[in-house]
């Protein structure tokens, strides 16, 4: 469905994407997790050619077998909402404060599979329905600031539904939610993926979200893809030192730890101007190699997957 | 949304009657004594105070306001000291023209600027966005009169098409149109000016917000974009400033009509004010008021009705 090849985007302060190849199924849900600044909202934005306009892409992008690379705006255009599809982080300010739901909705349906506005208008309530939102038919008559986070979440949700995408990213779609309601819409992700065969990328730096709702994950530090693998092999066999930074450092509710101080990975996430030009986990990396700061790692295969990272090189 | 327009209502009568106050208490304080601007330096004590008498004005200052006011309401606001006819009669005369070039020039201005102000934005940076900002930067530093002189110079001196000046009246409906036409342009290009940028600015703000981003992941094409979400978002501040220079427009006819010797309302103030026409001055000040507190309410009414979270809107 998706397929992104050596992918690089330079922005003016440093590299937000170094040779990122991945693909996507159909119906399949990827899980993309990493730090703030990892680049995996980079990456998101790349596959709707919504990059900022000061990144410099470099690599191939395919969707639906057709060719990106380098597409210009007018060529993206057609295929947002119809291919593929993105939601954001923020619900509260991702809906026009001055649009009824129900022309937010409708809207996508007239301008590009021309539907009349009766028809439009049954189909945005399906949709609404669809994604569990109560009281449809009253909502679509609301203004976005009538709804909660969640609702309007919803509301998001429909709308990217609203072309049948192949494809839906959701970028940290529950990051300002409540954790019940953040569960739900997760869940929620999980049933429209499986029922519309509709592949889903599901960017979170949260851990439990993207087991709980993905087959596979690839795990992004300083703009590299760093591993890959089936979800479930990563979180409890991780390779990457990273991934098991990133692992032993996630909350959890075990009463051993409540009186211990969290793991944390050390140092921090370095700006773009100073990644280091071999493995971009070099300097906070605890098994470190001489040769890691000066050379990038090749990625080498794991048990489901692939992790770039020295310490796997198969001994001469 | 019943409360809200009672209460902007209310407000609106309310600033409208303190404006009469003002305005009659700064007339009052005023030095110059308007039964020896009518009588002349030569006229004999007992004389003025006969006048004085016969004007009212002996009479204590809330008396006199009282009566002044009660009179206004009816459209009664006494007689005018140097024209010696009522002055009710001497505004209406010169209403229409002063309400032509306002309303003309609000209008050019609201054809002219939204659409510039929202072609820069789209372009943000770039040369079309470019050319704009250094017009309307020249726009807003040229004052009005010299840019009604420039205007008169091409369009009536050198090339002859339009009138330099005067008004043939209302009985030759062409003529009086083409008396009209420069005097609007040059109240319109400033406020033009001044409307593209706040345009181009309002819309680049609502343009880094997040449902803009929403509209582009959603397929929808950019001209669509901008017509359909960002211009409404940026209606408030747009609206607003339309407010404010429905007022400086109404204002700035005293210049205009000056330099077009155009007979209305800015002229009549200017002439009263060299007559000491104490009373016509304070008529029309508080008519100017009343025309901006009215733009200011309209304004108001106009919020409402563009951002439905100012009053709770339910469907």
């Keep these: 469905m998706i397929r992104v090849e050596g992918l690089s985007a330079a922005l003016p302060q440093g590299q937000a994407l170094r040779d990122v190849s991945l693909s996507v199924a159909r119906g399949e849900r990827l899980g993309l997790v990493g730090e703030s600044g990892s680049g995996k909202s980079m990456l998101g934005l790349a596959l709707m050619g919504m990059v900022p306009d000061a990144a410099q892409l470099s690599g191939r992008i395919a969707l639906d077998g057709q060719d990106m690379t380098g597409a ?68 679509m008559r609301q203004y976005p600031h009538q709804l909660s986070g969640g609702q309007r979440q919803r509301v998001l949700i429909a709308l990217a539904l609203a072309c049948d995408p192949g494809v839906l990213i959701a970028d940290e779609p529950t990051t300002a939610l409540d954790a019940q309601i953040a569960l739900r819409i997760t869940d929620l992700l999980v049933r429209l993926s499986r029922d519309r065969g509709m592949a889903l990328i599901f960017i979170s730096h949260d851990l439990a979200a993207v087991a709980r709702a993905t087959e596979r994950l690839a795990v992004m530090y300083g703009g590299d893809l760093v591993e890959t693998g089936a979800t479930a092999e990563v979180l409890a066999n991780p390779r990457h030192p990273y991934t098991q930074g990133l692992i032993a450092a996630r909350p959890r509710p075990d009463p051993a730890m409540i009186r211990k101080r969290l793991p944390v990975i050390p140092g921090t996430v370095p700006t773009l101007g100073d990644l280091p030009r071999g493995c971009r986990f070099a300097g906070r990396c605890a098994a470190e190699l001489p040769r890691c700061a000066g050379t990038r790692p090749a990625p080498w295969p794991t048990a489901s997957g692939q992790a770039a990272c020295h310490l796997l090189e198969p001994a001469p | 949304m019943t409360r809200f327009l009672i209460r902007r209502a209310a407000g609106f009568v309310l600033t409208l009657l303190a404006v009469s106050v003002v305005v009659f208490a700064v007339m009052s304080m005023l030095p110059g004594d308007p039964a020896l601007s009518i009588l002349g330096i030569e006229a004999s004590p007992e004389a003025l105070a006969a006048m004085r008498s016969q004007l009212g004005l002996d009479a204590p200052a809330p008396a006199r306001y009282a009566a002044w006011a009660l009179g206004a309401l009816k459209g009664d606001f006494g007689t005018s000291y140097a024209f010696r006819v009522p002055v009710g009669g001497l505004i209406a005369e010169r209403l229409p023209l002063t309400l032509s070039l306002a309303l003309g020039a609000m209008a050019v201005t609201l054809v002219l600027a939204p659409g510039l102000g929202m072609a820069a934005a789209a372009r943000h940076g770039g040369p079309g966005d470019w050319a704009v900002m250094v017009l309307s930067q020249i726009g807003i530093a040229v004052p009005a009169f010299w840019m009604s002189i420039l205007l008169i110079l091409l369009f009536a001196v050198r090339l002859g098409w339009l009138p330099s000046g005067g008004f043939p009246g209302w009985d030759q409906p062409l003529a009086a149109l083409r008396a009209l036409v420069l005097p609007v342009i040059a109240l319109a290009l400033v406020q033009s000016a001044v409307l593209a940028r ?44 339309i407010g404010m220079q429905f007022a400086a427009i109404v204002t700035g006819t005293v210049v205009i009509e000056s330099v077009f010797s155009l007979p209305g309302l800015g002229r009549l103030l200017l002439q009263s004010i060299a007559n000491r026409d104490l009373i016509t001055v304070q008529a029309l000040v508080l008519l100017f008021a009343a025309i901006v507190v009215t733009a200011n309410f309209l304004v108001d009414l106009a919020y409402v009705a563009i951002d439905p979270r100012l009053t709770g809107r339910q469907s």
């Design chain 1, 72 to 139: 210009t705006e007018a060529a993206w255009q057609p295929l947002r909402a119809r291919k593929v599809a993105m939601i954001f982080q923020e619900p509260m300010t991702a809906l026009d404060p001055l649009v009824r739901i129900g022309e937010t909705v409708m809207e996508p349906l007239i301008l590009h599979l021309k539907m009349r506005r009766r028809d439009a208008r049954a189909r945005a309530l399906d949709l609404l329905a669809e994604t569990g939102l109560t009281e449809p038919e009253a909502k």
């Design chain 2, 198 to 241: 706040v345009t181009r600015s309002a819309a680049l703000e609502v343009m880094r917000l997040d449902f803009v981003r929403t509209a582009r992941a959603t397929g929808l094409p950019r001209r669509r974009i901008l017509w359909r979400h960002v211009l409404p978002n940026a209606l408030i501040p747009i609206v607003t400033i």
